[in-house]
Structures are given as structure tokens and as C-alpha cells.
């Protein structure tokens, strides 16, 4: 059964740090481009940062020099370690992993930046 769990969500003042995690199970990690999602109220889900089986990574222009991708394969995890946080980066993080025509999806974990 193919799985992602996301954690490390929750409430931060704006400047603060986060670490999201995601933790895969059931399918050949290294092999997957895993990327971070992210989905305000009321917007589109959009893409945060990517980064793929050999390790280049992607992101957004409102995230680059404040959020960092990175992945462990010996632990089957993708982090999103997040910086200087604002409230317009509010939002519920999604984990994606991503080979070919296989996709998949965590549940979401929300982060919420407010003083």
C-alpha cells in the first residue's frame, strides 16, 4: 500500500522556522521526483519546491532563500525546511511523489503563519 504522511505543521509566528517531513512507504522512493505542494484558502494548489531522484531541486520565486527541499532515501523521507515565514505562506502542505504516470498524495499538513 502506497503512503505518504506528512507532519511538522502547525502555528508559528511570522519569521519563524518549520521542518515538514514526509515519510513514504510502499514504493520505491529514490526513484521518485518527490515535491511539496501547498493550498491556501480559497487558491489553487500550487507547487512549492521539487526535487527529483538525483537530487535537483525546484522552487517557487516567493519561497527561494527561505524554504529548502531536501530528501533522505535511506529513510524513504522528504523534508521542507521553511524560513522566515510569512502569513501569506498560510497554507495546507501537501507531499507528492511523482514517477512517470504514478502519482501520489499525502493528506496535508497545515501550517499557519500568524502573530
Known amino acids: 500500500q502506497e503512503q505518504l504522511v506528512e507532519s511538522g505543521g502547525g502555528l508559528v509566528q511570522p519569521g519563524g522556522s518549520l521542518r515538514l517531513s514526509c515519510a513514504a512507504s510502499?514504493?520505491?522512493?529514490?526513484?521518485?521526483?518527490m515535491g511539496w505542494y501547498r493550498q491556501a484558502p480559497g487558491k489553487q494548489r500550487e507547487l512549492v519546491a521539487s526535487?527529483?531522484?538525483?537530487?535537483?531541486?525546484n522552487s517557487v520565486d516567493s519561497v527561494k532563500g527561505r524554504f529548502t527541499i531536501s530528501r533522505d532515501n535511506a529513510k524513504n523521507t522528504v523534508y521542507l525546511q521553511m524560513n522566515s515565514l510569512k502569513p501569506e505562506d498560510t497554507a495546507v502542505y501537501y507531499c507528492?511523489?511523482?514517477?512517470?504516470?504514478?502519482?501520489?498524495w499525502g493528506q496535508g499538513t497545515r501550517v499557519t503563519v500568524s502573530s
Open positions: 526535487i527529483s531522484s538525483g537530487g535537483t531541486t
Open positions: 510502499g514504493i520505491t522512493f529514490h526513484i521518485y521526483t
Open positions: 507528492n511523489a511523482y514517477f512517470r504516470s504514478l502519482a501520489y
